[in-house]
């Protein structure tokens, strides 16, 4: 399979290009620059393949939730490519995508983003026997001191919601909290394996939608 995907979601953009089981990515932290980057990182590593996106079989991008400029930056890029290109979308969630990055060391992950106004994006997840993140419930946006879960589990938790919020969080989480990472965000190359999966199972749209 022949698959692009790109997410501009934070304050990170990155783009990864799978190529019949070969990965080769970009990736920069750069608030405020998404739209001069992610064009670039798409042609550099199209040319360094030697592949034209006619020659995909797909295209897939962050969905969010994340900054609604940089949302909108990946949402434009990918309809046009795939409009122009006569190409399938995946969208896949960002928060999933974080949550990927971790799953061969954890199995219940928590990511969160910091979503301001005091309000964080998370979502709870589990991983599954194939090693990919599965949601549980759905997505939320809320208030960190008014988050909660109904689990025993050891879960792990990571992102800048974390990071912004560490301190509410482990006290709203005590008893199942192992550790978490606030550095990290969401990175095309882990959006892969969720995009495959949903490219299998017929969840791929068309750039109209």
Not at 30 to 37: C, D, G, I, T, Y
Not at 72 to 91: M, S
Request: with cysteine; aromatic share 8%; net charge negative.
């Amino acid at each position: 399979m022949k698959l692009l995907a790109i997410d501009t979601s934070t304050e990170a953009c990155s783009a990864a290009l799978l190529i019949d089981g070969n990965i080769s990515k970009r990736y920069e932290v750069a608030p405020r620059k998404h739209a001069e980057l992610i064009l670039p990182m798409i042609d550099s590593l199209l040319t360094e393949a030697e592949l034209s996106l006619q020659q995909l079989d797909a295209l897939a991008f962050g969905r969010g939730p994340g900054a609604f400029t940089g949302v909108r930056i990946a949402t434009g890029v990918i309809q046009g490519l795939a409009y122009a290109n006569d190409l399938p979308v995946i969208p896949i969630s960002s928060l999933a995508t974080l949550a990927q990055s971790v799953a061969a060391e954890h199995e219940h992950i928590i990511p969160a983003f910091d979503a301001r106004m005091s309000e964080i994006y998370c979502g709870i997840y589990h991983t599954n026997p194939n090693g990919l993140v599965e949601l549980q419930g759905e997505e939320m946006v809320l208030k960190p001191e008014t988050f909660s879960i109904s689990s025993s589990k050891p879960y792990f938790g990571i992102g800048s919601g974390w990071e912004t919020y560490h301190e509410v969080l482990r006290q709203r989480l005590t008893d199942t909290l192992i550790v978490c990472d606030g550095i990290r965000y969401p990175t095309a190359e882990y959006m892969l394996p969720l995009a495959i999966d949903a490219f299998n199972r017929n969840q791929a749209v068309n750039a109209e939608s």
